[in-house]
């Protein structure tokens, strides 16, 4: 089973160190919407990479199961509780860093992004299991 996920867990170690560096290493960078700092661009990117990486992992079993959708729901919810996970490190334990819901926001709609990613990639691969 770790075989298949060595790059989602070798991604999600990258993710949980960058998360633990403490808030000065990174630049600050103004916008004209709080919301759309670059801050929650890299949210997005780096669990949309993590939900897709899940989801490779699994592509035979998701290519061949009826139910494909509960694999990617479950890839979704890993992915987002992981964020969780981060946020609260950030909060609670990581020094210079600051846990925020709305950077738990950007990793979950990371996490769906990431899905869809990889739907739209493999849609060819998905319809062709689909006529068996």
Same mark, same amino acid.
């Given at each position: 089973?770790?075989?298949?996920?060595?790059?989602?867990?070798?991604?999600?170690?990258?993710?949980?160190?960058?998360?633990?560096?403490?808030? #000065?290493? =990174?630049?600050?960078?103004?916008?004209?919407? #709080?919301?759309?700092?670059?801050?929650?661009?890299?949210?997005?990117?780096?669990?949309?990479?993590?939900?897709?990486?899940?989801?490779?992992?699994?592509?035979?079993?998701?290519?061949?199961? !009826?139910?494909?959708?509960?694999?990617?729901?479950?890839?979704?919810?890993?992915?987002?509780?992981?964020?969780?996970?981060?946020?609260?490190?950030?909060?609670?334990?990581?020094?210079?860093?600051?846990?925020?819901? =709305?950077?738990?926001?950007?990793?979950?709609?990371?996490?769906?992004?990431?899905?869809?990613? =990889?739907?739209?990639?493999?849609? !060819?691969?998905?319809?062709? #299991?689909?006529?068996?």
């Amino acid at each position: 089973m770790l075989q298949k996920l060595w790059p989602a867990l070798l991604w999600s170690l990258i993710i949980l160190l960058l998360t633990g560096l403490p808030g #000065n290493y =990174f630049p600050r960078v103004t916008t004209f919407w #709080n919301w759309l700092e670059p801050d929650k661009a890299v949210h997005l990117f780096i669990f949309g990479v993590l939900a897709f990486l899940i989801l490779f992992g699994y592509r035979e079993q998701y290519f061949n199961s !009826k139910k494909r959708y509960l694999f990617g729901l479950v890839a979704i919810i890993v992915t987002a509780v992981y964020g969780l996970t981060t946020e609260i490190l950030q909060y609670y334990v990581f020094v210079g860093r600051n846990g925020s819901r =709305f950077d738990f926001f950007a990793d979950t709609i990371g996490a769906i992004i990431g899905w869809l990613l =990889f739907v739209y990639l493999y849609r !060819k691969k998905i319809r062709r #299991n689909e006529s068996y």
